[in-house]
T-cell receptor, first 114, second 110 residues
Framework: AQKITQTQPGMFVQEKEAVTLDCTYD???????LFWYKQPSSGEMIFLIY??????QNATEGRYSLNFQKARKSANLVISASQLGDSAMYFC???????????FGKGNQVVVIP | EAQVTQNPRYLITVTGKKLTVTCSQN?????MSWYRQDPGLGLRQIYY???????DKGDVPEGYKVSRKEKRNFPLILESPSPNQTSLYFC?????????FGSGTRLTVV
């Protein structure tokens, strides 16, 4: 069975610093997509970034980048120049191309301090 | 605009009173799913559907029903809600490039 692991405890980050959120996954599938979602205190789930398993370059979306290491089965999210509005829960997720099933890690809490 | 519409946003109900949370997507996705989110437990999948008339249990299906009569709609039904079903619920619709979530339903069962 596929499994996604996010093990870091809650993190405090200084404003304007970078933060890396770890995500490892376990699957025997060769074709899959990796995602990160942000959930602020208001509760909605906001899509941040996507990486396909066959993409050779790491995905980047503004201040978000995904450090994809396929051999290690890791997909870490890097947020550069943290802002107060980045305080949220962050979820790593996978979709499996065979059936489009979406699976999630348990999330990382990030608090940005001024 | 691509979106998943989930209603209601907030619901307080009493034990045993049947309720339905609606979910509709406009992206023509085949895969739709329901999750509940509880503190410390992350997102747990309740049911999913890979296409019309094809539904299957997720990790925590007890006490819930779903139906998928049309591609765009995937309602979640609680036939006899109990207080342990108090939670934040999300509907999601996904393709191989990702998932789009509804705005969530905060359900309280008293």
């Amino acid at each position: 069975a596929q499994k996604i692991t996010q093990t870091q405890p809650g993190m405090f980050v200084q404003e304007k610093e970078a933060v890396t959120l770890d995500c490892t996954y376990d699957t025997s599938d060769q074709s899959y997509g990796l995602f990160w979602y942000k959930q602020p205190s208001s509760g909605e789930m906001i899509f941040l970034i996507y990486q396909g398993s066959y993409d050779e370059q790491n995905a980047t979306e503004g201040r978000y980048s995904l450090n994809f290491q396929k051999a290690r089965k890791s997909a870490n999210l890097v947020i550069s120049a943290s802002q107060l509005g980045d305080s949220a829960m962050y979820f790593c997720a996978m979709v499996f191309y065979g059936n489009n099933r979406l699976a999630f890690g348990k999330g990382n809490q990030v608090v940005v301090i001024p | 605009e691509a979106q998943v519409t989930q209603n209601p946003r907030y619901l307080i109900t009493v034990t045993g009173k049947k309720l339905t949370v609606t979910c509709s997507q406009n992206m023509n996705h085949e895969y739709m799913s329901w999750y509940r989110q509880d503190p410390g437990l992350g997102l747990r999948q309740i049911y999913y559907s890979m296409n019309v008339e094809v539904t299957d249990k997720g990790d925590v299906p007890e006490g819930y029903k779903v139906s998928r009569k049309e591609k765009r709609n995937f309602p979640l039904i609680l036939e006899s809600p109990s207080p342990n079903q108090t939670s934040l619920y999300f509907c999601a619709s996904s393709s191989w490039t990702g998932g789009t979530f509804g705005s969530g339903t905060r359900l309280t069962v008293v």
